[in-house]
């Protein structure tokens, strides 16, 4: 369960290997003590496989290496979704702040407005808006 969620959190990417001998590649992967998973071979040529988004970039160098051409299909979990959300993300507590300001100063227009309306005109009760 929590390697699971760790999963999620850090990022994994599927991947479909195509080339002459996609156990090679495989081989070069566990010498580089990458770990993958879920390796299932479709036909001589192609191979898919699970990797943790943190090696993506060297099981693409091990790939040109040994002449497997590499395809990313999915890209899943938390880290790689805030990466893409880059600025957008930063906007979130920025839009939250403008609001609460916004609260914030409209209470306190409220209550001088009503105190002052109350201390010059008295026969004024309450501001109808």
Request: proline share 4%.
């Amino acid at each position: 369960m929590i390697k699971r969620m760790l999963t999620g959190c850090i990022g994994r990417v599927k991947l479909k290997l195509t080339g002459a001998s996609p156990e090679d590649f495989l081989k070069k992967l566990s010498f580089a003590e990458i770990p993958f998973w879920g390796y299932v071979k479709q036909d001589e040529l192609t191979a898919f496989l699970w990797i943790y988004k943190r090696d993506h970039r060297q099981v693409i160098a091990i790939g040109q290496r040994t002449m497997t051409e590499i395809e990313t299909l999915l890209i899943h979990g938390l880290a790689p979704f805030l990466q893409r959300m880059g600025v957008r993300i930063a906007l979130f507590p920025v839009i939250l702040a403008a609001v609460s300001m916004t609260l914030y100063l409209q209470t306190h227009i409220w209550y001088f407005l009503s105190v002052f309306s109350e201390h010059h005109h008295p026969h004024i009760s309450s501001i109808n808006y």
